[in-house]
Every structure is written in C-alpha cells, then in structure tokens.
Nanobody
Framework: QVQVVESGGGLVQPGGSLRLSCLAT????????MAWDRQAPGKERELVAV???????NYADSVKGRFIISRDYRKNRVFLQMNSLKREDTAVYYC???????????????WGQGTQVTVSS
C-alpha cells in the first residue's frame, strides 16, 4: 500500500506565503500524477493544482499566478508554494498521488488526511 502525508499548514496573514509538503511512502514503483486539492467549510472539494510525471502542471483559475506546484521525483515528494494568500484560500488541503506499486503491476490512488490552512489577520 502507499500512504500520503501532508505537512506545512498553519495560520498566515492575508498577503502572506506558506509552503505545503507531501510525502508518498510505501513500495512505490512509479508515481504518475501528484496533486493538491482543498475543501473550504460549506464548499465542495476542488482541485487546486496537479503535476504529472513529465512535469506538466495545471492550476485552478482561482490560484493561477499565486500558487506553484513542484515535485521531487527521486524522493516522492510534492510541494505547493502558496503566495499572496487570500482569506478565501482558507481550507483543508489534501495531497493526492497515483501510480503503481509492488513490482509495478498494482495500481494505487492515495489521499492524505489533509492539513489546515487558515488565512486571517
């Protein structure tokens, strides 16, 4: 099995920055995509950013130009650099990874438990 664990959440003032980190562990053979999504109170969960195995990235319109997703392929980590944070960015942020494990013949699709990001003065 593959586990995904997020870290780096916290309280930040509007206009500030925060960096989230996510680590995938287990008998990973290959990771295809890694992503971040979020869920704010009373709202549906939404995809924030995704990065594929070839480095292609995609962002939600609401975070374009402010957030940057990056990846450490050797260490099975993904990061989300969040700049110019707004109150509406307040949410629980979840990390996601998919790929294969074991000898590469078993698929996995794993979510983390989430990390809280609060943007408030």
């Amino acid at each position: 099995q593959v586990q995904v664990v997020e870290s780096g959440g916290g309280l930040v003032q509007p206009g500030g920055s925060l960096r989230l980190s996510c680590l995938a562990t287990g008998a990973i053979f290959e990771i295809n995509a890694m992503a971040w999504d979020r869920q704010a109170p009373g709202k549906e969960r939404e995809l924030v950013a995704v990065i594929t195995s070839d480095g292609t990235t995609n962002y939600a319109d609401s975070v374009k130009g402010r957030f940057i997703i990056s990846r450490d392929y050797r260490k099975n980590r993904v990061f989300l650099q969040m700049n110019s944070l707004k109150r509406e960015d307040t949410a629980v942020y979840y990390c996601y990874a998919n790929g294969t494990y074991g000898l590469g013949i078993l698929d996995f699709s794993s979510w983390g438990q989430g990390t809280q990001v609060t943007v408030s003065s």
